[in-house]
């Protein structure tokens, strides 16, 4: 756990003065595993990108997974596509053991891999060609936040990386893998499928006698709706994968395990605005909750002014003094656009203020907004130098 995570698991915490700073190079060279969550348009996938480009470029042997189907992170690092498969970016200056590789998550292949790993030969291939399972691999509830999990495990088990960067999907459900091992745990646990596996052991005639006798209500509605067919596919999927059971509940566990572990890190990414703040005070909450270490928050494309001395009430007044003046409508537009930015900046820091005030003990970032997109590694590079407070940029999302 880092040095902070204590005071950012109570919300509440007495701490005055400005918040402690989030040492993102730090962060950087001790992290095995880095979350990186937050709403979405707040430019976390840049964020998790420019992290692991920043660690791959300090000598750390880096990988970053998203699961967020957009399809920026390949495209700013100048890859035609990511997939399932780790693969290396090109033109990254990294130091002397360095390395950067980058995926995306795909669902249904990383299932079939478990499947193929450690099912039994004889009933892999029942389960890959199990129309339930096909859909329960492709778009059921939950078994993206799972496979992300199962797809981490298995990217640090290989000792192929220093630091695995994880970029979650941009809403709330960024954190439903926190869930996934639980409710993993719960399904394969479930009277359901208890009641599933007996029919599916005794065979078809079983299947007709057991549904009918205890469930015939149930399975009536039931058969109604999907269809006999697909019900006796479920019982046939299940059958097929009780020899997996173990195997999910083990590594379920050890998933979730692995989040709390001392080498894994979050970072909460967050805008200066009223509901991405909102919803970062809830991800710092529940991680507290569940006690996984947070590292800080990164409150990205932030409004600053040199030149916040001249208040936008006085920059509005000198303007129209001038346009009433006559000849001078450029000098009065300039001050208008200065009261303007002074005004935001001022309506941001209120904003994040009132944030830093309910959770004071979470280090913090400030990174300035950019005008424009970043695209390639070299925005990355300047990106992953503001985060660490080297340079002022931004991210964007």
């Not at 001790?30 to 480009?53: M, N, P």
């Not at 001395?309 to 001078?328: C, D, N, P």
């Not at 001022?346 to 695209?375: C, I, K, M, N, Y």
């Amino acid at each position: 756990m880092t040095r902070n995570s204590k005071d950012a698991a109570r919300p509440g915490s007495a701490r005055k003065g400005p918040p402690p700073h989030f040492d993102v190079d730090a962060t950087l060279a001790t992290a095995a595993i880095l979350v990186c969550t937050g709403s979405g348009g707040v430019g976390k996938t840049t964020t998790a990108a420019a992290l692991a480009l920043r660690a791959a470029e300090s000598g750390r042997r880096t990988a970053v997974l998203t699961i967020d189907p957009a399809k920026r992170l390949a495209q700013s690092m100048g890859l035609t596509s990511l997939d399932n498969t780790p693969r290396r970016v090109a033109g990254v200056s990294a130091a002397e053991g360095g390395s950067l590789d980058a995926m995306m998550l795909d669902m249904k292949r990383t299932f079939d891999e478990i499947v193929l790993t450690h099912a039994e030969p004889g009933k892999a291939e029942q389960i890959l060609q199990n129309p339930f399972y096909q859909a329960l691999s492709s778009s059921f509830a939950g078994t993206q936040e799972y496979m992300a999990m199962e797809k981490l495990g298995q990217l640090q088990a290989t000792g192929d990386y220093d630091l695995v960067v994880v970029d979650t999907p941009p809403t709330r459900s960024a954190l439903d893998f926190l869930d996934a091992p639980e409710r993993m745990t719960t399904f394969l646990d479930g009277r359901m499928i208890r009641v599933l596996l007996a029919p599916a052991k005794a065979g078809s005639r079983a299947y007709v006698k057991v549904m009918s006798a205890g469930f015939s209500v149930f399975t009536g509605v039931l058969t109604k709706v999907i269809g006999a067919g697909v019900l006796q596919d479920v019982s046939q999927f299940v059958g097929a994968l009780e020899t997996m059971f173990g195997g999910f509940r083990e590594r379920a566990q050890a998933t979730y395990d692995l989040l709390k572990a001392p080498g894994t890190a979050f970072v909460v990414v967050a805008a200066p605005e009223r509901d991405a703040l909102r919803e970062a005070a809830y991800f710092v909450e529940r991680l507290g909750e569940e006690s996984m270490p947070l590292a800080g928050l990164v409150v990205n494309r932030v409004h600053r002014s040199a030149g916040e001395a001249l208040s936008a009430e006085r920059a509005h007044v000198a303007a129209q003094a001038l346009e009433e003046a006559g000849g001078h409508e450029l000098a009065a537009a300039v001050l208008r656009v200065h009261a303007e930015r002074v005004a935001l900046a001022s309506r941001e820091r209120r904003l994040q203020e009132r944030f830093t005030g309910a959770h004071p003990g979470v280090p913090l970032v400030e990174v300035a907004a950019l005008p424009g997109d970043v695209h390639d590694l070299e925005g990355l590079r300047s990106v992953g130098a503001g985060l660490a407070g080297a340079t002022t940029t931004a991210v964007c999302a």
